[in-house]
């Protein structure tokens, strides 16, 4: 199975502020890769896919990029609706796998 | 409106059996591959299962394998999760997603349901 690491695990910012958000796959996974927002008691909520691809809606501040192994996502100024946990997803192989997300906080 | 609407959680004890429903609205579902991921309470996801858009393949975690069975009815818009010997650890949340974007192995999930509680418990 392919291992999906998130660093870092928890990440304290303040609106306004621009973060990075590191998934490391345990081998290549080309450019498969999705990024997911998700707030307590809610379903995840897709952003992007194909490691740097927006899906449709997706506020532009959210950016992806990396391939093969590494991959980030980039917020480049932070909202109050941002402050969530984030996972990376693979999807060049089953079984998917997920990071073990990073919670953003409110410094 | 495009969702997703899971169904058929509960509390059960561990051995037992529970079949987890998924209804699907504003899109045909059998244009997709459909799948069920969970999340533990307090703890991160973990995919389960996937079926494609015609129900003729099936991929399965391994820690469900042989247990849980995923299976669809397009006349019907509806997903389903049969979940046999139910252990302690099967407790979670369990969502049902749409696949998109396929890299011709697997999916991004784009839509996701609100969940159903799992509870195994004697």
């Known amino acids: 199975d392919i291992q999906m690491t998130q660093s870092p695990s928890t990440l304290s910012a303040s609106v306004g502020d621009r973060v990075t958000i590191t998934c490391r796959a345990s081998?290549?996974?080309?450019?498969?890769l999705a990024w997911y927002q998700q707030k307590p008691g809610k379903a995840p909520k897709f952003l992007i896919y194909?490691?740097?691809t927006l899906e449709s809606g997706v506020p532009s501040r959210f950016s992806g990029s990396g391939s093969g192994t590494e991959f980030t996502l980039t917020i480049s100024s932070l909202q109050p609706d941002d402050f969530a946990t984030y996972y990376c997803?693979?999807?060049?192989?089953?079984?998917?796998?997920f990071g073990q997300g990073t919670r953003l906080e409110i410094k | 409106q495009v969702q997703l609407v899971e169904s058929g959680g509960g509390v059960v004890q561990p051995g037992r059996s529970l079949r987890l429903s998924c209804v699907a609205s504003?899109?045909?579902?059998?244009?997709?591959?459909m799948h069920w991921v969970r999340q533990t309470p307090g703890k991160g996801l973990e995919w389960v299962a996937v079926?494609?858009?015609?129900?003729?393949?099936?991929y399965y975690a391994d820690t469900v394998k042989g247990r849980f069975t995923i299976s669809r009815d397009n006349s019907k818009n509806t997903l389903y999760l049969q979940m046999n010997s139910l252990r302690v650890e099967d407790t979670a949340v369990y969502y049902c997603?749409?696949?998109?974007?396929?890299?011709?192995?697997?999916?991004?999930?784009?839509?996701w349901g609100q969940g159903t509680m799992v509870i195994v418990s004697s």
């Open positions: 504003g899109f045909t579902s059998s244009g997709h591959p």
């Open positions: 081998q290549s996974i080309s450019s498969w």
């Open positions: 997603a749409r696949g998109v974007y396929s890299s011709g192995w697997s999916d991004a999930l784009d839509i």
């Open positions: 997803q693979q999807y060049n192989s089953y079984p998917i796998t």
């Open positions: 079926i494609s858009y015609d129900g003729n393949r099936q």
């Open positions: 194909k490691a740097s």
